[in-house]
């Protein structure tokens, strides 16, 4: 009789185990599909989405930056070479003084501008 006790009551309690675990498997379904929104955008903050889209960004701009600070910097070279040029044309010959006031009206110009 002790042993039918015994097998009973194992049985009782494993069975007890069970709808316990059932329980909280439906429960964690419903939690984890409830909060799967959250979870996902805490997932992608914490692994560097939204950081790495804000990098991309920063240095999209960046670039642009830098492209229109090249630029400024090629047209400025552009100016002192063509006075360079001017000035040692000018410096050989003694000649092209008209084209010398015309470049440094240009130069000028330019330093105002810019």
């Known amino acids: 009789m002790n042993q ?14 069970a709808s316990v ?6 429960i964690g379904a419903f939690v ?5 929104p959250h979870i996902i955008a805490w ?11 804000n ?9 642009e930056k830098d492209y229109e600070a090249i630029t400024k910097l090629s047209a400025e070279m552009k100016a002192i070479m ?3 040029v001017v000035l040692l044309e000018h410096a050989e010959t003694g000649n092209h003084t008209g084209e010398m006031k015309k470049v440094r ?4 110009r330019f ?4």
């Open 21 to 26: 675990l059932g329980i909280a498997s439906v």
């Open 43 to 53: 997932i992608k903050k914490h692994l560097g989405h939204d950081k790495q889209d």
């Open 4 to 17: 039918l006790f015994e097998s009973t009551s194992t049985v009782t309690f494993w069975q007890e185990v």
């Open 32 to 36: 984890l599909h409830a909060a799967r």
């Open 82 to 84: 063509k006075a360079l």
């Open 111 to 114: 330093i105002i501008d810019n």
């Open 55 to 63: 990098r991309i960004a920063e240095l999209e701009e960046k670039k």
């Open 105 to 108: 009206d240009d130069l000028i």
